[in-house]
């Protein structure tokens, strides 16, 4: 695709054309694996997701280690003395359980990058089983689901991706005019893809219209504030 007839912000166009979506899949096909798995209380299951969150955490604590393991899995849901102490401990280390699902999804992310690789033995074998389950987490939410369920969900990271650029986008009207291109530009090549599966057709093209939608809104606002 030719641009050069165009007047952009390089910087912000390369961010959103050159944009991987992989940590994308990855948080959506473990949140399948969550809400749709069939085997979510095995104890493969959790095997699986405790070795996701021990590659993704940085923090060398064992006692840090097992707390937030212990709330992977399914833990602090009472109020049971053990899971009061927990608690306490997790406040006072001041370690933050609601961005768990993305230490685990990232650590998935690179586990499939890595996948071929990679010759660790407990890496293939989480691969092995993570990458079964989430195909048939994946089958069992489109059968019911159709593909409701995972457009929606891109299309709110889409959003999230506008919000979490903003300041990036805004510094000039020519920088947020050149990321309505950018982003238009990826709806479009997204839209037009052949060679990709059903899923990840749903999902890209939901994750570029959201994020799409949410620079127009967020254009609109801006009109409306200057009249």
Not at 196 to 218: C, I, K, N
Request: with cysteine; hydrophobic share 45%; proline share 0%.
């Amino acid at each position: 695709m030719d641009f050069t007839n165009y007047s952009l912000d390089g910087k912000v166009f390369r961010f959103f054309w050159n944009r991987q979506l992989h940590f994308f899949f990855a948080r959506l096909s473990l949140r399948c694996l969550l809400t749709w798995g069939l085997e979510t209380n095995s104890l493969s299951h959790r095997i699986a997701l405790t070795y996701l969150l021990q590659k993704g955490l940085k923090t060398n604590s064992l006692f840090d280690r097992l707390a937030l393991t212990y709330v992977v899995n399914g833990g602090i849901k009472t109020n049971s003395l053990f899971d009061r102490l927990v608690r306490a401990y997790l406040v006072r280390r001041g370690l933050e359980t609601n961005s768990l699902f993305d230490i685990m999804a990232r650590a998935f992310m690179h586990l499939l990058k890595r996948r071929r690789q990679t010759e660790n033995f407990f890496d293939q074998m989480a691969l092995m089983y993570l990458v079964r389950r989430c195909d048939e987490a994946v089958h069992k939410c489109m059968s019911v689901r159709g593909f409701s369920d995972v457009a929606d969900f891109a299309e709110v990271e889409g959003r999230k991706l506008i919000d979490r650029n903003l300041e990036r986008i805004s510094k000039t009207p020519l920088a947020f005019q050149t990321a309505i291109f950018a982003v238009s530009c990826r709806s479009v090549e997204a839209f037009h893809e052949e060679n990709t599966e059903v899923f990840e057709y749903v999902a890209e093209l939901g994750y570029w219209t959201g994020a799409l939608e949410r620079l127009r809104q967020l254009d609109k606002e801006k009109n409306f504030e200057a009249d």
